[in-house]
């Protein structure tokens, strides 16, 4: 089986490359699967998902790894033995910025809380990992989400080193792990090492903002959902366009919202209060008021049409 390159290992800024095809056949859906020498695409792996971009003119629409091989799936039918090809690099900027913002949010759970990571998800808009503690509070997590952006704004070198043993790892590596193969270590600064095979940034500094937006019980661990970089201030600007609007509504200021709410509920639960003790109020007046006309009038039906309107009437609110 024919090998593939991986440039995005060596050249993470890669986004335009030449490339040969090595073999290709169509896929089920009408698709064309594609092996080349080298490629800067990124395969899913690792709980990071694959780059997209083109081969040519067609849409690269999956990445993956078949043993030595990197395949390709192309909304295509055929291409030429020689290719050029281009990496979207929103989406690997996008995705620099998680895995990175991971790495030193997990470092930053085990300095403070001592909990390991068991589990990394990047999703299209939120990522999360999985802790093997419970009961993480509020104040705790203050701290860990405060060490996590001063490692941002130190602004440390993110290296790879690669290594042929596990003997060759260092101590202060922060997952234990058996493996065959060569072995790649991403460093940042002297804060956390890790092995890993996504992209991350060069510095950590390119992490931009990291923040924790919810925790939630996950077996008997914790799941933290997270975002970093572009999508925290997309979260924010999200959030802040809300409040704003909610703010707006209620006439007061975004940060006074919270007050306002309990004031309008306060007022909601007074004014609910007189209203079902005038009800009770009417409703006994009424009653008394049906049972004075009933003993004037002596016909039988009277008194059912009059029972049958106040039972229309003594209907709860």
Known sequence: MPSTTRLYHEHPTLTEFEARVLR????????????????????????????????????????????EEVVHRIDGTELPEAVSARVDWDRRVDHRQQHTGQHILSRAFELVLKASTIGFHLGSEKCTIDLDQLDLSPQKIIEVEDLANRIVTEDHEVRQSWHKDVSELPESIRKSFEAEGDIRLISI?????????????????????????????????????????????????????????????????????????????????????????ADKELRQLLTQAWAEEARKESSSMLVKELDASRQSWMSPL
Do not use: M
């Open 189 to 277: 600064g002297e804060f956390d090492v890790n092995p890993c095979c996504g992209t991350h940034c060069e510095r950590s500094g390119q992490v931009g903002l990291i923040k924790v937006l919810k925790l939630e019980k996950n077996k008997n661990g914790t799941r933290v959902e997270f975002v970093c970089g572009r999508r925290a201030l997309q979260d924010y600007r999200a959030r802040h366009e809300e409040l704003g609007s909610v703010a707006r509504d209620l006439t007061t200021d975004a940060l006074d919202v919270r007050n306002r709410v309990e004031a309008l509920r306060s007022e909601h639960k007074e004014t609910r209060s007189r209203l079902e003790k």
């Open 24 to 67: 290709s056949e169509p896929g089920d859906d009408g698709s064309l699967h594609v092996v080349l020498d080298q490629t800067a695409f990124y395969p899913t792996g690792g709980g990071q998902p694959h780059d997209i971009g083109y081969l040519q003119d067609a849409p690269v629409l999956d990445v993956w790894e078949n043993g």
